[in-house]
Each structure stands twice: as C-alpha cells, then as structure tokens.
C-alpha cells in the first residue's frame, strides 16, 4: 500500500507540475459560461415539475432493479424509446445510461476484428476509448479533414467504421457532414456520429444535425445524449432495428448494467415535451452566439473557428490560460481554462459556452473584460 501511494502521488506530483492537475469544484454562483446547459433545461423550474408530475404517474420504484435484460425493463422506457426513434427518425432507438456508455458500446461492439475503425482526432474520449476496447484496427484522421480521411481510407482493410461528431465539444465547430457522406458512400465505409451537443440545440423537436440536413439514412449509427441541452441524462443509439437488437444482444455497457430509473426515462421524456413546447430556445441560443462571436471580433479576440455554442479564446501556455480563467472567477465568470494534454499544445484555450440565460449585458462585458486580458 505504501508503495502504490508513492507511485500514485509522484503521478499526480508530475501533473501538477505541467500545471494540469484536475481538482472537483463546487457549482459556483458565478455567471455560467461553463456548463453544457446550452437552452437552461436543466434548470427550468417548470420543466422540473413537469417531470415530478410524470414520476408521480408512474410505479413508484426508486431504482430499476436490474439490467434492462433481467427486471430492468418497462414498458413506458420502451415507449420513451419509440418516441425518441420518431424525433431522430430511426426504426428504433436504445437507451443507455449515459452518452459515454452508448459511444464506447457502439465502438466496442460493432467494428469485428479485422475491420478498421478511422475516428476524427477530436474524437472525445468515449469514442476513443470505445475503438481501443474493439479488436478491430483503429487509427486517426487530421480533425475534419476529408483529404486526410481518404487517404486513410485508402489504407484500411475489411469493413470501414468513421466515427466523428456532429459538433466538436472542445473546438466547436461542425463536421462537414454532406461531403463526409458523399465521400464515404465510394468507399462502402460506415458512419458512426455522435451528436453529444447538437442533440437539443438545433433541428426539429431537436432532433440534431443529421436529421436537420436529412442526412440520416446516410449514417448507419447515430448517438444522442440527454445530459446536454436536454438538461437531463443519458443517451440513446439510433438505427435500424437490426442495429438496436444488435446491441442488446452485444453491447456490454448496455447489457451489463442496472438500468436506468424511472424517473430519468420521465426526464428525457418530458424534456423533449417541454422542448417542443418552446421553440423559441433554439433560436435564442443562436441569438447569443451570434452577439458573442461579433463582439468579440470587433475586439480582435483570438477566437477559434466556431459556428456552434461552443466558442473559445485561444491563449497558450497552461499558466497563462489559467491565471486568466482565475482572474475571470474574480470578475464574476464561471470560465474554464482547456489544458493541454486535453488540447494540442499551444491551442489550450478558455472554452465558452453560450446559454439562453446569458444576458446580452453579461456577454458584452465578459467581452470586454476577456479584450482587456486576452
Ligand atoms: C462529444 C461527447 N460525446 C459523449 C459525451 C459523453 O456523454 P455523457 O456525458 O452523457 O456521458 C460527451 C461528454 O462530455 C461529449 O462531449
């Protein structure tokens, strides 16, 4: 035990001097330009209610009491899930118990050994972690690049699994989705995305970018998740029939885990209700983008190349983005600092996430404090 402990600390010793180390805080009374609320779902009063309503139709269990396969499954979650295939406009749709669980099982489970999975550099970890667990090869391409892609493609053998995202959580910008598919359609690849945050924020009822751009008969996985804009938790797998009885009968993050509640399956249902019933969210969102991204170019900020409500500001060097990300705490901002290993070094940034309750004033002056630092 001792010995683990010196191993241990010299790893965290050695993080700390990159200035990397990560520390649990507590959720500040800052102003939030953190948090992956993009449309306030998550703390909508109204929307609480709603689904408190819900919970109090349903059984009353507090938990599910086994793994969907053994005494976890119910009806209503069955019904949620057709629901969810009508929004995405799937034959069917699979809940899992979080956004993390649905990439690593699909990544996991469906590529075969031999195949070769091909994933975007800025692949969040799940999916990487998904590829690493499968027996297929699995290897990068240079972040939305197509060129790269092809060549890649040109060197890889037995099935072909792409794996990109519809928005890139740490740079924010889009996956050039049209052409992806237009380019992986000659070589018979196969398109896994993962629409972690544009689920919620953009198409109808929410329904992500794929199917906004009526793209989604073109890819044959697509991931949703509910702890984003959906301001809930958990996510869901769409496809094909065949692709959902797939993974019920191999996906170990779906088959060997107690399923999720009751009252979670209510959330993500009344929550795409609730999404429904204000369409204005989505559009507001974009409002705040938009005044964020003109301010901060009439301020020379550095900002990265994001059409999405996810901006940052690039500032390099780990000391530096976080003495700024610590003088903004002191001016009332909830800002992140992104490191380096988590981004390239050199690129490591403040990551901005615009949110339907940011007021207009709190973006001006964040702007204006960021141009007066950055
Ligand atoms: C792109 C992407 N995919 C998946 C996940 C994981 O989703 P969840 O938080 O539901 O596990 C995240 C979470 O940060 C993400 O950014």
Redesign the pocket.
Known sequence: MPELNTFLANKLQQRQQENALRRLTHNSQLIDFTSNDYLGLAHSEKLFQQIHEKVSTLPHLNGATGSRLLSGNSGYTEQVEQKLAKIFKAEAALIFN???AA?QAVLSCIPQKGDTIIYDELA?A?IRDGARLSFANHFSFRHNDLEDLEKKMKQASGRIFIAV?SYY?MDGDICPLKELVSLTDQYQAHVII?E??STGVIGREGSGLSVSQNLQDKLDVRIY?F?KAMGCHG?CVAGSKTLIDFLINFARPFIFTTAMPLHSIAAIDCSFDYLRQNTELQHVLQQKKELFVSLGKKQNLRLMNSSTQIQGVILPGNEQVKALSMHLRTRGYDIRPILSPTVPKGSERLRICLHTYNSDQEITSLVNDLASKA
């Open positions: 979080s956004g993390y990439n969040h799940c995202e959580s993962d972690a945050h998740t702890g996510a």
